[in-house]
């Protein structure tokens, strides 16, 4: 990963303000010029398991909605399997259909690709990876692109719908769906078959209506946590015990630092029409006074006893609630390209800044203009935590179709 480079056909926008009178604005690329991004981020010198694709998701989608032309190069140079892996595919693949765009170099193991986007349309798109490729994947690069749509979409993901390395399913409607709906929109996530590692076989469908324009947000007071409650769940050939067990490590560990809260985990069998393979695993989510959702989450693996399994859930969640923050580390990464998008000012708190995010800020800077300013909380309550608030400045965009 060291050294990529993503280099931006048509990097001048006209009449985009970025300043504190940013007006709503319909962008148009003007072609000619050419932006290279290399070395993109200091911190990409160091190769982190988790970024090539995220970099190829943040910066395909932007290209799409800004009408940018873009090459991707050295994709995932430094990992054992360079290049493209079937999920990477399938996700540009739909970004390709949505808007009738082209696609040179999408192969399996390709390291450079070139991406043409034309107009974003609405109506079915199917994506499927073929693997346990994550579907929450697939819907963190095709939602802001659909969401300027001519028309309705319909969104049918296949893959893996509780993966390693990926918001699990009940993640996305649980704790990302009711919060990325305060930027002024809504989807329906209906899944209709889970799937796990290795075979996949899941199928997620995701319908939504274009918007004219996403409102800011504002996530900075956390309030005090009233509920705690979760899913443990097991599926295909794997005893309806795991789950019990996943259930009750987790409300031990819980308990420990939480005493006056009932904590509600069920555990649940997932029936044999609704899940292929073989599964488990658990999510858990604490709900606070204002609104504010955190998770933690964990899916088992082979030899990995069920006890363990609850307790990393627990012990995410937990580390989540004592940073401060009124979002959790994997929700503010996938905020960011709605904060650069929307209209005015968005400001979000956090606990430590990944990676992630980092990346997801930088893209969305370099090719969407937006302008972001990450600061130190200077709340009293947060003077021994490391909390941080992440502000933005969206452009403006505006639907040119509604």
Same mark, same amino acid.
């Given at each position: 990963?060291?050294?990529?480079?993503?280099?931006?056909?048509?990097?001048?926008?006209?009449?985009?303000?970025?300043?504190?009178?940013?007006?709503?604005?319909?962008?148009?690329?003007?072609?000619?010029?050419?932006?290279? #991004?290399?070395?993109?981020?200091?911190?990409?010198?160091?190769?982190?398991?988790?970024?090539?694709?995220?970099?190829?998701? &943040?910066?395909?989608? #932007?290209?799409?909605?800004?009408?940018?032309?873009?090459?991707?190069?050295?994709?995932?140079?430094?990992? $054992?399997?360079?290049?493209?892996?079937?999920?990477?595919?399938?996700?540009?693949?739909?970004?390709?259909?949505?808007?009738?765009?082209?696609?040179?170099?999408?192969?399996?193991?390709?390291?450079?690709?070139?991406?043409?986007?034309?107009?974003?349309?609405?109506?079915?798109?199917?994506?499927?990876?073929?693997?346990?490729?994550?579907?929450?994947?697939?819907?963190?690069?095709?939602?802001?692109? &659909?969401?300027?749509?001519?028309?309705?979409?319909?969104?049918?993901?296949?893959?893996?719908?509780?993966?390693?390395?990926?918001?699990?399913?009940?993640?996305?409607?649980?704790?990302?769906?009711?919060?990325?709906?305060?930027?002024?929109?809504?989807?329906?996530?209906?899944?209709?078959?889970?799937?796990?590692?290795?075979?996949?076989?899941?199928?997620?469908?995701?319908?939504?209506?274009?918007?004219?324009? #996403?409102?800011?947000?504002?996530?900075?007071?956390?309030?005090?946590?009233?509920?705690?409650?979760?899913?443990?769940?097991?599926?295909?050939?794997?005893?309806?015990?795991?789950?019990?067990?996943?259930?009750?490590?987790?409300?031990?560990?819980?308990?420990?630092?939480?005493?006056?809260?009932?904590?509600?985990?069920?555990?649940?069998?997932?029936?044999?029409?609704?899940?292929?393979?073989?599964?488990?695993?658990?999510?858990?989510?604490?709900?606070?006074?204002?609104?504010?959702?955190?998770?933690? $989450?964990?899916?088992?693996?082979?030899?990995?006893?069920?006890?363990?399994?609850?307790?990393?859930?627990?012990?995410?969640?937990?580390?989540?609630?004592?940073?401060?923050?009124?979002?959790?580390?994997?929700?503010?990464?996938?905020?960011?390209?709605?904060?650069?998008?929307?209209?005015?000012?968005?400001?979000?708190?956090?606990?430590?800044?990944?990676?992630?995010?980092?990346?997801?800020?930088?893209?969305?800077?370099?090719?969407?203009?937006?302008?972001?300013?990450?600061?130190?909380?200077?709340?009293?309550?947060?003077?021994?935590?490391?909390?941080?608030?992440?502000?933005?400045?969206?452009?403006?965009?505006?639907?040119?179709?509604?």
């Amino acid at each position: 990963m060291a050294g990529q480079r993503v280099e931006v056909d048509g990097g001048i926008m006209e009449g985009v303000s970025t300043g504190p009178e940013a007006r709503p604005v319909a962008l148009q690329p003007r072609l000619g010029r050419r932006v290279f #991004l290399s070395d993109v981020l200091a911190l990409l010198s160091h190769p982190h398991p988790w970024q090539g694709g995220q970099i190829l998701r &943040v910066s395909t989608a #932007l290209s799409c909605l800004l009408g940018l032309p873009l090459r991707v190069q050295k994709i995932r140079a430094g990992r $054992s399997t360079p290049g493209l892996r079937p999920q990477h595919l399938s996700g540009l693949e739909m970004i390709r259909d949505l808007c009738d765009g082209q696609l040179e170099g999408a192969e399996i193991g390709s390291t450079e690709i070139m991406f043409t986007p034309e107009k974003i349309k609405g109506g079915v798109h199917t994506a499927d990876t073929k693997t346990a490729g994550s579907v929450c994947l697939l819907m963190q690069v095709s939602m802001p692109c &659909v969401l300027f749509a001519a028309s309705p979409s319909e969104l049918r993901l296949k893959g893996g719908t509780n993966a390693e390395m990926a918001p699990q399913i009940d993640y996305t409607a649980m704790v990302f769906k009711p919060i990325v709906e305060k930027f002024g929109f809504q989807f329906n996530c209906d899944i209709k078959m889970r799937g796990y590692y290795p075979k996949g076989g899941g199928e997620v469908i995701v319908r939504m209506s274009p918007v004219k324009q #996403l409102n800011p947000i504002n996530l900075t007071d956390r309030g005090s946590v009233t509920k705690i409650y979760g899913r443990a769940f097991v599926a295909g050939v794997l005893p309806f015990k795991v789950a019990k067990d996943m259930a009750a490590a987790a409300v031990r560990c819980i308990r420990k630092e939480i005493r006056d809260l009932y904590v509600n985990i069920q555990p649940v069998q997932e029936p044999k029409d609704q899940a292929f393979g073989n599964g488990n695993g658990i999510i858990i989510i604490a709900e606070t006074s204002t609104g504010c959702l955190f998770a933690g $989450s964990s899916l088992g693996k082979r030899g990995v006893n069920a006890d363990k399994v609850g307790i990393e859930a627990a012990e995410m969640l937990l580390a989540n609630l004592r940073h401060g923050g009124a979002v959790d580390e994997y929700l503010q990464d996938q905020l960011i390209i709605f904060m650069a998008l929307a209209c005015g000012v968005s400001r979000i708190k956090t606990g430590p800044v990944t990676l992630h995010t980092q990346t997801a800020i930088h893209f969305a800077e370099q090719l969407a203009k937006a302008k972001f300013s990450v600061k130190k909380s200077e709340d009293e309550d947060d003077a021994s935590k490391d909390t941080y608030i992440i502000e933005c400045q969206g452009i403006g965009m505006t639907n040119p179709y509604l």
